[in-house]
């Protein structure tokens, strides 16, 4: 099995990454002048979702269909993963009727065993573990605002989970530093944390974490499967809201951005995505240019098989 696979950041270089990222803006200035490029005609992507979406599944989906390809979408009602059939046997299945996979799962492992037996490439859509296409949109936004993020700090405020742990693996791929302020008991995996070494910080007061930062970044309070803990979670997180307030103590040029479903009066304030400082629909959209550069990247162009 000899296929690229994108399972989290650290399976690029960090040039490599960076080739992405800059292609993406490629692709983004192709798409505004109308430049028709299908390097992926005839070429397929499955897309298995465990989990509801709204950018994930129209960025790929539509990235596949503006490169020439076309995607099919796949929700565990719809196929034999849903009724227990062993995660090898559908890879192997279908990587051999595909020409890449995409899979948002709840469990990192579905995604690490999918690619174990998958002769094609298999992207991380999202996982508990990690979200790693929402960090070549959030780099490829900063790149086109502000240039080069390396040297950099960036302020992570609220909960440590995927989201987190992604920007953590950024902070070495991009050679940024990294403060997280987040409640006891939510701090993110110890793993990532003691790959990172002193690049990454942990403070429990987010002022001292957006002190100066160049880019501040949060998310909901909540992730999907953890509805139960609602409530407990919104005590613990109120003093962890970004506000216009919060934000005027980071650098001046400083960017906020939030991969969005935003929860406006928990995580964020509610005026906050209308800041000027907000780059969040620039970040949404990037998803789209930054996963047609990772296609483009991972799946071989149909003209090599002419």
């Not at 469990?107 to 859509?125: D, M, Q, Y």
Request: charged share 25%; aromatic share 8%.
């Amino acid at each position: 099995m000899s296929a690229r696979h994108f399972l989290s950041l650290m399976d690029f270089t960090a040039d490599e990454l960076l080739g992405v990222i800059r292609r993406g803006i490629e692709l983004k200035d192709l798409r505004s002048r109308g430049v028709l490029f299908e390097p992926l005609k005839n070429r397929v992507l499955g897309m298995i979702f465990e989990k509801s979406s709204t950018r994930t599944r129209l960025s790929f989906e539509a990235g596949m269909i503006q490169l020439g390809g076309q995607a099919i979408f796949l929700s565990p009602r719809d196929t034999q993963l849903g009724r227990g059939e062993p995660i090898a046997d559908s890879a192997i299945v279908m990587s051999r009727m595909l020409d890449a996979v995409m899979i948002r799962t709840h469990h990192h492992s579905i995604l690490t065993e999918f690619a174990a037996h998958s002769r094609v490439p298999v992207i991380n859509g999202l996982s508990d573990e990690s979200h790693p296409c929402q960090l070549l949109a959030d780099m490829q936004t900063f790149l086109e605002h502000r240039g080069s993020i390396q040297g950099k700090t960036v302020a992570w405020i609220g909960d440590g989970y995927n989201m987190c742990n992604s920007y953590i693996e950024a902070a070495q791929q991009f050679d940024f530093q990294l403060r997280i302020a987040c409640p006891e008991g939510y701090e993110p995996d110890p793993r990532f944390l003691a790959l990172a070494g002193d690049r990454v910080q942990i403070v429990r007061d987010p002022k001292q974490a957006i002190a100066g930062a160049h880019l501040v970044s949060t998310d909901v309070w909540t992730s999907m499967g953890q509805e139960e803990e609602t409530a407990r979670r919104l005590a613990h997180f109120a003093p962890y809201q970004v506000t216009r307030e919060l934000l005027d103590l980071a650098a001046p040029d400083a960017l906020f951005m939030h991969c969005l479903p935003a929860h406006r009066g928990e995580e964020i304030s509610l005026d906050l995505l209308d800041d000027p400082r907000s780059v969040a629909w620039d970040q949404a959209e990037n998803r789209l240019h930054a996963q047609k550069a990772l296609l483009e990247f991972l799946v071989e162009p149909a003209y090599h098989h002419a």
